[in-house]
């Protein structure tokens, strides 16, 4: 399979713990971007890198969250001391270059108790 | 505050007939427009796209139109098919920076 994968696909945690999701992109994308879905909304944007520059973060994401893409290929989202409302769907995508078309994984569901 | 609106949380079609979905989004800088296709448990896919140089594009069954002066963009499926059922997002971007989604529209289209 040459989509994007993202593990774990689920993670259920308590809150206060940490947690990190991995993502890896089709192999010859250089962007890669994280959403964070919930209930009844849209994709969030939560980040996105190109090769292994952070080039944006969402003004809504807190301190507590921290991505990293260290050598341009996969992607890890840390989440640390999470919080009930950290429960959504995250969603990871690539592309290649400005394309505008992202390519998604199937997400990883994180829920917090 | 919210740029890219879709007002109609669900739509209801008999197979066979047009769906028409719909967008609207304030952020005059959006240069491209996409719509997606999610299933539960799967990860949106990528079904059509549209620059604002264009009005209409067209793939299949599917057209979406833009009107950039009203800041309006439909999706039309026709003919609807039950495999068409699942929940339609509306996405742009601006100078092919990150894409900004819509709430999604559930499209249910019965026999």
């Known amino acids: 399979d040459t989509g994007v994968s993202q593990d774990p696909r689920h993670k259920i945690t308590k809150r206060g713990q940490n947690v990190t999701f991995r993502c890896d992109p089709i192999s010859e994308h250089n962007r890669l971007y994280w959403y964070r879905q919930t209930l009844g909304q849209g994709p969030e944007f939560l980040t996105y890198?190109?090769?292994?520059?952070?080039?944006?973060k969402s003004r809504l994401l807190s301190d507590r969250f921290s991505a990293e893409r260290p050598k341009g290929s996969f992607s890890t989202l840390e989440i640390q001391r999470t919080e009930q409302g950290d429960s959504a769907m995250y969603l990871c995508?690539?592309?290649?270059?400005?394309?505008?078309?992202?390519?998604f994984g199937e997400g990883s569901r994180l829920t917090v108790l | 505050d919210q740029q890219v609106k879709q007002n109609s949380p669900s739509l209801s079609v008999q197979e066979g007939r047009i769906s028409i979905l719909n967008c609207d989004y304030t952020?005059?800088?959006?240069?491209?427009f996409l719509w997606y296709k999610k299933y539960p448990a799967e990860g949106p896919t990528f079904l059509i796209s549209i620059s604002s140089i264009k009005d209409k594009n067209e793939d299949g069954r599917f057209t979406v139109f833009l009107n950039k002066s009203a800041k309006h963009l439909s999706l039309h499926i026709v003919p609807s098919q039950p495999g068409d059922s699942a929940v339609y997002f509306c996405?742009?971007?601006?100078?092919?920076?990150?894409?900004?989604f819509g709430t999604g529209t559930r499209l249910q289209v019965f026999p």
């Open positions: 995508a690539s592309s290649w270059g400005n394309t505008g078309e992202l390519f």
């Open positions: 996405a742009a971007s601006a100078n092919t920076d990150k894409l900004i």
């Open positions: 952020n005059s800088m959006f240069d491209y």
């Open positions: 890198f190109q090769n292994e520059a952070q080039l944006e």
